[in-house]
């Protein structure tokens, strides 16, 4: 059973175009994630949500749009697509800690990846 | 502000021999989680191991296990009898547990390579 899964794997558009991307879990998290990893393998987060609602959005352009119809569940779409925009992109869960110094129940689990590549 | 350093963009390790991989942090918090993640060539990334800040053991998971020195902020993971599997890119990440919406601080990476 997958545990994160995304779809598409691979996604490869022309400049301009709109896109999505979708993510599923199925480990009963609260809240899921967004992450990019560019060309020399550096990850960095792009939003979380927590229960449907937006609790990081970290200075991405507002191409992109997060969106999240229920807790398992956390889309990203992408328009007017750039150059710049190609990468690999993650989508991640955990259960948000509760506080609790030291918990390890807010391990994030990743799925596969996309990989976008924008011509 | 929070920031993972890992200085060996790669490294080199016999089959069967133990590999440290060299993780330091900087956070102004008390309560945070340390963790690491193997990416290999197909490109997933698995979650290894995890350590707290109060955790007064080193977290140990199989072959693997974090050797974590607060004083000196670093969480370095060691990796013992290699496998050619073992051969992938690991990331050492940090989350501070009171900050919003708990994002992982990601580090450069190191890329390991296990020869046979």
């Known amino acids: 059973d997958t545990a994160v899964s995304q779809t598409p794997k691979y996604l490869v558009t022309q400049m301009g175009n709109d896109k999505s991307i979708k993510c599923e879990q199925n480990l009963g998290h609260d809240t899921m994630y967004w992450y990019k990893q560019d060309s020399k393998k550096f990850l960095k987060i792009m939003f979380s949500y927590n229960n449907k609602e937006l609790i990081i959005n970290e200075t991405v352009p507002n191409r992109f749009s997060p969106k999240s119809p229920d807790k398992a569940h956390l889309n990203l779409h992408i328009n007017s697509l750039e150059l710049g925009d190609s990468a690999v992109y993650f989508c991640?869960?955990?259960?948000?800690?509760?506080?609790?110094?030291?918990?390890?129940?807010?391990?994030?689990?990743f799925g596969p990846g996309t990989r976008l590549t924008v011509l | 502000a929070q920031k993972i350093t890992q200085t060996q963009p790669g490294m080199f390790v016999q089959e069967k021999e133990a590999v440290t991989l060299d993780c330091t942090y900087d956070t102004s918090d008390q309560s945070y989680g340390l963790f690491w993640y193997k990416q290999p060539s197909s490109g997933e990334m698995i979650f290894l191991i995890y350590?707290?800040?109060?955790?007064?053991q080193n977290a140990t998971e199989g072959r693997y296990s974090l050797n974590f020195q607060k004083a000196r902020k670093s969480a370095n993971l060691v990796i013992s009898a290699s496998q050619l599997g073992d051969s992938a890119m690991y990331f050492c990440?940090?989350?501070?547990?009171?900050?919003?919406?708990?994002?992982?601080?990601f580090g450069q990476g190191t890329e390991l390579s296990v020869k046979p």
């Open positions: 350590q707290g800040s109060y955790d007064e």
């Open positions: 991640a869960s955990s259960q948000r800690d509760r506080g609790i110094a030291g918990a390890s129940t807010d391990t994030q689990y």
């Open positions: 990440a940090m989350r501070e547990i009171y900050n919003q919406g708990g994002k992982l601080i």
